[in-house]
């Protein structure tokens, strides 16, 4: 105002704080025996925590390199959601959460029928099984054939060493379905 001649000013600084991001990373499947070790990440957070639907449980659920071990009605069910949570900075009281799905693949199964004594023509292996398998593959301990070593139920025809030795063992092996990494293998002594 007149007669003044200087104006008057003052600045103020804020600083803004952003909202926190979860990202809890792609959906995977583990084998069912195995663990997992988590691969999360947050934004703007100062904290995480990991939480789950299911019956596992985490070593250190606050890390977001926790590693996940499932519990018996996780691995029933197939797969379980986990859940990321990027906790606020203050003044911010907003979190934020993803999820993601673990599913477990089943290890194979083998089994390979009874033990029993055959005609020395040919053998029919009708009572084998395999579950949870990538493929199959029928190995002998002895110097026969096979019909084919690749299906369920082939036939082996006994060599001379088999009918001179008077038995023999036959092994079917069935191979896991990635992740997993172990053959579940079975055998049948024939006489």
């Known amino acids: 105002?007149?007669?003044?001649?200087?104006?008057?000013?003052?600045?103020?600084?804020?600083?803004?704080?952003?909202?926190?991001?979860?990202?809890?990373?792609?959906?995977?499947?583990i084998c069912e025996t195995g663990s997992n070790i988590m691969n999360g990440s947050v934004d703007n957070a100062c904290g995480s925590l990991w939480?789950?639907?299911g019956d596992?449980?985490?070593d250190v659920p606050s890390s977001l390199t926790a590693e996940y071990a499932p519990g018996p009605n996780d691995l029933s069910a197939g797969s379980v959601t986990l859940t990321l949570?990027?906790?606020?900075?203050?003044?911010?009281?907003?979190?934020d959460t993803d999820e993601m799905v673990l599913y477990f693949q089943v290890e194979p199964e083998s089994y390979a029928g009874e033990d029993g004594t055959f005609c020395e023509d040919a053998i029919f292996l009708n009572?084998?099984?395999?579950?949870?398998?990538a493929s199959i593959l029928w190995t002998t301990s002895g110097d026969g054939t096979w019909s084919d070593a690749f299906t369920l139920n082939p036939q082996y025809f006994p060599g001379e060493d088999d009918k001179t030795n008077g038995e023999v063992t036959l092994t079917i092996t069935a191979t896991p379905i990635h992740p997993c990494d172990v053959a579940a293998k079975d055998d049948i002594v024939i006489t």
């Open 56 to 58: 596992g449980s985490f």
């Open 127 to 133: 009572d084998a099984t395999v579950a949870n398998n």
């Open 85 to 95: 949570t990027a906790q606020p900075c203050s003044p911010c009281d907003v979190e």
């Open 51 to 53: 939480e789950t639907a």
């Open 1 to 29: 105002l007149d007669p003044c001649t200087l104006e008057a000013s003052d600045d103020a600084y804020f600083m803004i704080q952003e909202l926190p991001v979860a990202d809890a990373g792609a959906d995977i499947t």
